[in-house]
């Protein structure tokens, strides 16, 4: 099923699909990949020259040259005394590595997307003011934002929890955060704007093995996994309605994440906002039915099937739904 679906998935040029987009992810997904695959063969070569005469500067030339960083001078000058402490000086160069990996991405912002603006125009356009996302704790999950859903990093409030099931306080004070913002400073929009603050959830199931490779926290039940997250919205709606009396300013959804294809499901909201945990828009079923229209037909498509998923699910929510699913089939591709 999922194996061969990614084979076909591989072999066909989606119209949809940002190409140019996959290769920037992909460049800097290998590279950070290379920089740690790197260390064992650099200090495999390392160690063979430990009892030369000039090995020091041997050592140290390489690593500059191979890994970008000077190794430890103390590590180094032991080594004529006894043999060179490999597992230290392994240790070392990960963590090494790991710094240099948090500096880059925080110096270069190299997943910066270049819509950013545009995107929060997006939202507030669909009826949002903030978008807040809580996916499962699962490292499968870490790349949920830029990579699964594409969406740019700043403009999202990510937060994991174990099976997804967010802590509903956490949420709360966030919410009042936003409003306060919203009636203080007029960010990200004033106070009498029309929009909604957007909670969803993205819970996560496995394709090929499903008994087995699904969620840990729900004992791989990919049911439970989407009932405990839809509970969980439910719970951070009723708190806010509740408390403040104003429930119309949330909006809920619920996602799941096949961590064998990347490919999302969306639990499409009706026009009251109640989602349906047996009805869901699968969008490894878009891609493989809009793979060969052209980008019209597919958008429309793509619509069309949101459209009909629930009934009188508002138009800016629909609008939401629908970029979701087709940036994700870029993710598909990748």
């Known amino acids: 099923g999922a194996v061969a679906a990614r084979a076909v998935h591989a072999g066909v040029a989606h119209p949809l699909v940002d190409q140019r987009e996959n290769q920037r992810l992909y460049r800097y997904e290998d590279g950070v990949k290379q920089a740690f695959d790197r260390i064992t063969p650099i200090l495999k070569q390392i160690s063979g020259y430990q009892h030369d005469a000039d090995f020091e500067q041997r050592a140290q030339h390489i690593a500059q040259q191979e890994l970008g960083f000077a190794l430890p001078e103390g590590i180094l000058a032991d080594a004529w005394v006894c043999q060179l402490d490999m597992k230290r000086l392994f240790a070392w160069c990960v963590f090494e590595t790991y ?40 490292g499968r999950l870490a790349h949920v934002i830029r990579y699964v859903l594409r969406l740019p990093q700043d403009q999202v409030r990510r937060k994991s929890y174990a099976g997804a099931t967010f802590d509903v306080e956490d949420s709360i004070q966030k919410w009042v955060e936003v409003e306060m913002l919203r009636y203080r400073e007029g960010r990200p929009n004033l106070a009498d704007a029309p929009t909604r603050y957007l909670k969803a959830v993205v819970y996560h199931y496995s394709s090929v093995d499903p008994e087995n490779q699904g969620c840990a926290a729900h004992g791989s039940d990919t049911a439970l996994a989407a009932a405990e997250g839809l509970k969980r919205l439910e719970a951070f709606r009723e708190a806010i309605e509740n408390s403040y009396c104003c429930g119309a300013s949330i909006d809920l959804l619920l996602l799941g994440l096949d961590t064998d294809t990347d490919a999302i499901r969306v639990h499409v909201p009706d026009g009251q906002g109640h989602t349906d945990l047996n009805s869901f828009v699968d969008n490894v079923s878009l891609f493989d039915e809009t793979a060969r229209l052209d980008a019209s037909e597919a958008a429309a498509t793509m619509g ?29 591709a990748y």
């Open 304 to 332: 069309r099937v949101v459209a009909e998923a629930a009934d009188n699910t508002a138009p800016g929510m629909q609008r939401f739904i629908v970029e979701l699913l087709k940036k994700n089939l870029s993710q598909i």
């Open 99 to 138: 710094r240099r990996y948090c500096d880059d991405f925080y110096r270069l912002e190299p997943l910066a997307a270049d819509n950013a603006d545009d995107f929060a125009a997006f939202i507030q356009d669909c009826g949002f003011h903030t978008l807040d996302i809580s996916p499962c704790a699962d």
